[in-house]
């Protein structure tokens, strides 16, 4: 059965692959972007492109209009769109957090609810409905120097399992995707999105919070890679309530399951630079 993809944030990495992966299984896709332009390399393949900003509410509407009027369903949603706020917690803004969690945590629920007629109507014609949302497998085990990130994940897994009860009764199942390190611009974008004022205490370890930003792609696998077996997994009649893939994506929590706490901060604080550090005794 063919049915109707909607993916954010598809001008590069996962978002992209994933609306590649799921054209290529034979469905009708939706590639979304806040900037349209970044989406040419996709519409040259034959996927349907749509402007939406995720943290603009006439933006979603347009583009959940759109789809209502073309196809009048949506079989699967997949929040995709994010981005990494790299910095110490105490060396960001009000304005850094906000938007951290605007993008990560608000606007996900943001593009659900503008679409709950479409997934609706998608169980009416098909019997049911999957909603993905792409969180991160250091929403599971925060790191250092990227707390609004790791924060904004842990926070949409939460409402995922909550959406998940909450949305069952209507047929639309919930799945929460949790990459570890997949290979995609993410690093250079949060580097360019990097916190570190004059006077932080963190300057002695700049170079360790500037490879914060791009630790996800140390060793990181291709997209492509990634996101085949998530595909077939949300097209399946019973897709799984938490997909894991990449790298990292088994190790990470099994640290987090199985070291005290004080062990793992301390590993990471060696990682990181921190026990470089020393404040006044």
Same mark, same amino acid.
């Given at each position: 059965? =063919?049915?109707?993809?909607?993916?954010?944030?598809?001008?590069?990495?996962?978002?992209?692959a994933?609306?590649?992966e799921? +054209?290529?299984?034979?469905?009708?896709?939706?590639?979304s972007?806040?900037?349209? +332009?970044? %989406?040419?390399?996709?519409?040259?393949?034959?996927?349907?492109?749509?402007?939406?900003?995720?943290n603009?509410?006439?933006?979603?509407?347009a583009?959940m209009?759109?789809?209502?009027?073309?196809?009048?369903?949506?079989?699967? %949603?997949?929040?995709?769109?994010?981005?990494? =706020?790299?910095?110490?917690?105490?060396? %960001?803004?009000?304005?850094?957090?906000?938007?951290?969690?605007?993008?990560?945590?608000?606007?996900?629920?943001?593009?659900?609810?503008?679409?709950?007629?479409l997934l609706r109507a998608?169980?009416?014609?098909?019997? =049911?409905?999957?909603?993905?949302n792409v969180?991160?497998?250091?929403?599971?085990? @925060? @790191?250092?120097?990227?707390?609004?990130?790791?924060?904004?994940?842990?926070?949409?897994?939460?409402?995922?399992?909550?959406?998940?009860?909450?949305?069952?009764?209507f047929?639309?199942?919930?799945? @929460?995707?949790?990459?570890?390190?997949?290979?995609?611009?993410?690093?250079?974008?949060?580097?360019?999105? %990097?916190?570190?004022?004059?006077?932080?205490?963190y300057l002695?370890?700049e170079?360790?919070?500037?490879?914060?930003? +791009?630790? #996800?792609?140390?060793?990181?696998?291709?997209?492509?890679?990634?996101?085949?077996?998530?595909? +077939?997994?949300?097209?399946?009649?019973?897709?799984?309530?938490?997909?894991? #893939?990449?790298?990292?994506?088994?190790?990470?929590?099994?640290?987090?399951?199985l070291?005290?706490?004080? @062990?793992?901060?301390?590993?990471?604080?060696?990682?990181? #630079?921190?026990?470089?550090?020393? #404040?006044?005794?």
């Amino acid at each position: 059965m =063919q049915k109707v993809v909607l993916i954010t944030g598809c001008s590069s990495g996962i978002g992209a692959a994933m609306a590649q992966e799921f +054209q290529r299984s034979g469905h009708i896709v939706y590639a979304s972007a806040r900037r349209v +332009q970044t %989406l040419e390399a996709l519409a040259a393949q034959g996927i349907r492109t749509l402007a939406l900003d995720v943290n603009d509410d006439a933006s979603i509407a347009a583009a959940m209009a759109q789809v209502q009027s073309e196809q009048g369903r949506i079989d699967v %949603l997949v929040n995709n769109a994010g981005f990494s =706020q790299v910095g110490a917690v105490v060396d %960001l803004s009000r304005d850094d957090l906000r938007q951290q969690y605007e993008t990560n945590v608000i606007a996900p629920v943001a593009v659900t609810r503008a679409a709950l007629a479409l997934l609706r109507a998608a169980v009416a014609a098909n019997g =049911q409905a999957v909603l993905a949302n792409v969180g991160s497998i250091v929403g599971v085990m @925060t @790191t250092p120097f990227a707390g609004a990130y790791c924060s904004s994940k842990a926070a949409l897994h939460s409402l995922s399992d909550a959406l998940r009860m909450e949305l069952a009764p209507f047929g639309i199942r919930v799945v @929460t995707i949790q990459p570890g390190g997949v290979r995609s611009s993410f690093g250079n974008h949060a580097e360019a999105a %990097l916190r570190l004022p004059e006077g932080s205490l963190y300057l002695p370890v700049e170079k360790s919070v500037h490879a914060r930003a +791009q630790a #996800g792609q140390r060793g990181a696998v291709a997209a492509e890679v990634f996101v085949a077996p998530v595909v +077939q997994a949300l097209l399946s009649n019973a897709p799984p309530i938490v997909i894991r #893939g990449g790298t990292s994506s088994v190790r990470l929590p099994l640290l987090k399951k199985l070291l005290p706490t004080a @062990t793992l901060d301390a590993k990471l604080s060696r990682m990181f #630079g921190l026990d470089r550090l020393s #404040g006044p005794r």
